[in-house]
């Protein structure tokens, strides 16, 4: 979807390392998130954002920072990259009516190596 | 806690067959309910949405009407198509007014011709 976009696509990186992904959005959404996606756990939450400088922990947050300084970007950091974090990264946006979810709206995924 | 449970997978269909793939959730509150399609190399996008008990949505030809005495949100289709191959995601959101959004493991649906 062209109003969310994420990078890299694709990155390698060696244990121990810091790793920043990023997700960039034109929408003007409220809401943002970052997901990871393995095999047989479907979606799981690691942070998500309610709004500049406000973010909350989700499922799977070991391991994991966040910030959002401005509406349209959410970086996700790796502090020290695992193996165990090898996966596809999802970022999502959404925008909320009344409080109740109107559906999110997904990147393209960001495919994570770490060796 | 909340969550959704969908049934396992992969399924795999001749073309034209009917589909179903159940799922069922728990939740407290009254959550909005979700399916999801997930192509490959691609993110998920959205493919049908209920907000509340008795809705039913609909795109495509899928269908999925929210059940809350049976807490249920089942997929169907009538007649399936190659295209159709994808995995398939349910999801609810909304409990509490909390807008984090709870997946399931999701179904691999192959479609042969």
């Known amino acids: 979807d062209a109003g969310i976009t994420q990078s890299p696509r694709h990155k390698v990186t060696e244990t121990g390392t810091p790793v920043t992904l990023r997700c960039h959005q034109t929408?003007?959404?409220?809401?943002m998130y970052w997901y990871r996606q393995d095999p047989g756990h479907g979606l799981r939450l690691i942070h998500y954002s309610y709004g500049v400088k406000d973010t909350d922990k989700g499922e799977v947050s070991d391991g994991y920072s966040v910030s959002r300084s401005k509406t349209e970007d959410f970086l996700l950091t790796l502090e020290s990259a695992t193996s165990s974090q090898t996966s596809v990264y999802f970022c999502?946006?959404?925008?909320?009516?009344?409080?109740?979810?109107?559906?999110?709206?997904f990147g393209s995924g960001t495919r994570l190596t770490v060796v | 806690g909340n969550s959704v449970t969908q049934m396992e997978g992969p399924v795999t269909l001749s073309e034209e067959a009917f589909l179903t793939i159940n799922c069922t959730y728990t939740a407290t509150g009254y959550p909005s309910l979700f399916w999801y399609v997930q192509y490959p190399g691609e993110g998920l996008q959205l493919l049908l949405k209920?907000?509340?008990?008795?809705d039913k949505g609909s795109n495509k030809g899928f269908e999925a009407t929210y059940r809350k005495e049976t807490t249920s949100f089942h997929l169907e289709k009538g007649s399936v198509q190659v295209s159709d191959s994808a995995v398939y995601f349910c999801a609810l959101s909304g409990v509490n007014n909390n807008n984090d959004m709870r997946f399931g493991a999701g179904t691999r649906l192959t479609v042969k011709p």
């Open positions: 999502a946006i959404s925008e909320s009516i009344r409080g109740r979810a109107y559906g999110y709206t």
């Open positions: 209920a907000t509340k008990a008795d």
């Open positions: 929408e003007n959404h409220r809401y």
